[in-house]
Structures are given as structure tokens and as C-alpha cells.
Antibody, heavy 120, light 110 residues
Framework: QVQLVESGGGVVQPGMSLRLSCAAS????????MHWVRQAPGKGPEWVAV????????YYPDSVKGRFTISRDDSKNTLYLQMNSLRADDTALYHC?????????????WGPGTLVTVSS | QSALTQPPSASGSPGQSVAISCTGT?????????VSWYQQHPGKAPKLIIY???KRPSGVPDRFSGSKSGNSASLTVSGLQTEDEADYYC??????????FGGGTKLTVL
């Protein structure tokens, strides 16, 4: 069955960097666009990034543009999120998720997430 | 890139129907038929229950239905069951290749 397992979260100081990974299995990874979505404690989800199925395009909201980079390695069935210049408001549970249709139409399966805490 | 607007809470008794609204703009909900709804139980990841305004993924009961009119979308849960008590979030694709979520609605089954 479909499985997404995020890792790489932790406690970091403001201004530092962190790289998250998402190991995918149970589906053809290279056929799907992939998202990162975060959820601050007690808050609703916030979309963070998307990468096309072939890696040709990436998009971000203004809140992370220029600081975060999404990438993928289809040979390892793994999605990444490089996060630089971290701020306190980046503190959240970060989920990777599968796009099941045209971009943004069907974020159909979410992993359990990895927690990122930005604090001095 | 403002969040979609949802009521913070909704409630109903078992067997009743409840509707949750999701209001956006002409740049997101009003422009695209890519509105989704997610159900989230405490400590769990969100689960997709409606996509492309009204479509249900396999395994989602037909008690859940979606619709859209203008810049607003709506999720209706019919025949409420105790297990429907959860947080519900809407999302929409928007101009400039982004996805916007709503702030969420806590559904209480009385």
C-alpha cells in the first residue's frame, strides 16, 4: 500500500538550515507530482511547495520562496525539502503528499509528518 | 495569498445534515474547479474526502458531498455519525500555481 515516511525534522536555531526527506513506496513515484504541506500546532495546513512528476517545475508560496527548495530523486523514490534561513514561524509538522491529478487538484495522500521546531 | 475563509465551528446531531462553507476569491475558488476537502482526526494526517469540487475518492462514503457557487464552496455531511467529528479543511488551486487552504472548521456531533 501507499506509504510516505518523512524524516529530518528537529530543533534548530533561527537562521539555520535543515533538509527534510520523504521516502515513498507502494506507488509509482515517478508518475506523480509531490507536495510539501506544513501544519503549525493547532493551525490549519499551509502549502509549502510542489514539484512536477518529472522534476521540471517547482512552485512555492511567497512565505517560503527563495528560502526553501523542493527536489526529488526518482532512483531513490525520495522527495526532499531544503529549508534555509529558518524562522520561528516555520515551526510546524511537515507532511509530504502525493498529487493525484493536475497540480493542486487532488492532494490525495499525506504522510504522518516530521516536526520542525525553530527556536533559540 | 490569503487563506480561504471557513467558519471555525459547526455542529449537528447524529442523523442530521450539516454544511460547511469555504469562501475564496475570483483568483482561487471562483476561477478553478480544483476545490478539495480534507478530514482530520486528532493526531492524524489530513485525509482527502472531496476533490475537484464534488468528486469522492474511493472508499469515502456518499454521505459526504461537495458543491461550488461563485467564489464559495461547500461541504455537506449527511446522516451525521459520531465518527464524523473532526476538523475539516478546504483547499483550492489558485493563480500563479499555488494551493491555498482554509483555516478549518471543527465539526462537533452532539
Amino acid at each position: 500500500q501507499v506509504q510516505l515516511v518523512e524524516s529530518g525534522g528537529g530543533v534548530v536555531q533561527p537562521g539555520m538550515s535543515l533538509r527534510l526527506s520523504c521516502a515513498a513506496s507502494g506507488f509509482t513515484f515517478s508518475d506523480h507530482g509531490m507536495h510539501w504541506v506544513r501544519q503549525a500546532p493547532g493551525k490549519g495546513p499551509e502549502w509549502v511547495a510542489v514539484i512536477w512528476y518529472d522534476g521540471s517545475r517547482q512552485y512555492y508560496p511567497d512565505s517560503v520562496k527563495g528560502r526553501f527548495t523542493i527536489s526529488r530523486d526518482d532512483s531513490k523514490n525520495t522527495l526532499y525539502l531544503q529549508m534555509n534561513s529558518l524562522r520561528a514561524d516555520d515551526t510546524a509538522l511537515y507532511h509530504c503528499a502525493i498529487e493525484g491529478g493536475p497540480m493542486g487538484s487532488k492532494i490525495e495522500y499525506w504522510g504522518p509528518g516530521t516536526l520542525v521546531t525553530v527556536s533559540s | 495569498q490569503s487563506a480561504l475563509t471557513q467558519p471555525p465551528s459547526a455542529s449537528g446531531s447524529p442523523g442530521q445534515s450539516v454544511a460547511i462553507s469555504c469562501t475564496g476569491t475570483s483568483s482561487d475558488v471562483g476561477a478553478y474547479n480544483y476545490v478539495s476537502w480534507y478530514q482530520q482526526h486528532p493526531g492524524k494526517a489530513p485525509k482527502l474526502i472531496i476533490y475537484e469540487v464534488y468528486k469522492r475518492p474511493s472508499g469515502v462514503p456518499d454521505r459526504f458531498s461537495g458543491s461550488k457557487s461563485g467564489n464559495s464552496a461547500s461541504l455537506t455531511v449527511s446522516g451525521l455519525q459520531t465518527e464524523d467529528e473532526a476538523d475539516y479543511y478546504c483547499s483550492s488551486y489558485a493563480d500563479n500555481n499555488i494551493v491555498i487552504f482554509g483555516g478549518g472548521t471543527k465539526l462537533t456531533v452532539l
